[in-house]
């Protein structure tokens, strides 16, 4: 039973559309991640945050935004959705303290922009 | 900065074999958590194992056990008497003790061959 959830699973969009990629977890968590996952399955962060009203860049630029509003809401929107943003994103979460119990995943969101 | 290294893209096993993925680190803290995840083929991201690098002992779980090498910043994961539901992407993390952040190795397809 999974503490993180991700919608949509699955999503097809067209060019130029606004879309928003919904992340919750009930675990109480103060600290959330966004992850883009390349076709070669590598991780890249693109977004994190600490706490709420806290929200930085990762280490992959992206034309995505986040926002925390909500300790356990952290959604992702992108304003104009191109094919280059066709990827998988996993959001993640990490409780109290340091990240020394690593993260809970969410089960993904598969994007594809057409 | 901190790199872990896999350096092995795919692997396969025979049903009921041993297989072991590595995975090399190079950081200069001293006290430092390791971790591997299994990602099954469009399923959610879970924690396998968790090393504390201050416990010479390695750490197991069930059939998956690590070789923990802190001088030589090693830390491969064994699976033993692998099974169909083995086959995923394996990610090696790892978080120093005062971090929030994971990183990331690039991955090992495992594929358990019936």
């Known amino acids: 039973e999974a503490d993180i959830y991700q919608t949509p699973r699955y999503l097809v969009i067209g060019t130029g559309k606004k879309i928003t990629l919904e992340c919750s977890q009930t675990?109480?968590?103060?600290?959330m991640y966004w992850y883009q996952q390349d076709p070669g399955m590598e991780l890249h962060l693109i977004h994190y945050?600490?706490?709420?009203?806290?929200?930085e860049k990762g280490d992959l630029s992206s034309e995505s935004t986040v926002s925390r509003i909500r300790t356990e809401h952290f959604p992702l929107t992108l304003e104009s959705a191109r094919p280059s943003h066709t990827s998988q994103y996993l959001c993640?979460?990490?409780?109290?303290?340091?990240?020394?119990?690593?993260?809970?995943f969410g089960s993904g969101t598969r994007l594809t922009v057409v | 900065a901190q790199t872990v290294t896999q350096s092995q893209p795919e692997m396969s096993v025979q049903e009921a074999e041993t297989v072991t993925l590595s995975c090399t680190y190079d950081?200069?803290?001293?006290?430092?958590?390791l971790f591997w995840y299994k990602q099954p083929p469009s399923r959610q991201m879970i924690l396998v194992i968790r090393?504390?690098?201050?416990?010479?002992q390695n750490a197991t779980e069930n059939r998956f056990s690590v070789n923990f090498q802190k001088a030589a910043k090693s830390f491969s994961l064994k699976i033993s008497d692998s099974q169909l539901g083995d086959t995923a992407m394996y990610f090696c993390?790892?978080?120093?003790?005062?971090?929030?952040?994971?990183?990331f190795g690039k991955g090992t397809k495992l594929s358990v061959i019936p």
């Open positions: 993640a979460s990490s409780g109290f303290g340091k990240a020394t119990y690593g993260y809970t």
């Open positions: 675990m109480g968590h103060d600290k």
């Open positions: 945050s600490y706490g709420v009203n806290s929200t």
């Open positions: 950081t200069s803290e001293n006290n430092y958590y």
């Open positions: 090393q504390e690098a201050y416990k010479q």
């Open positions: 993390a790892y978080s120093g003790a005062g971090s929030y952040q994971l990183t």
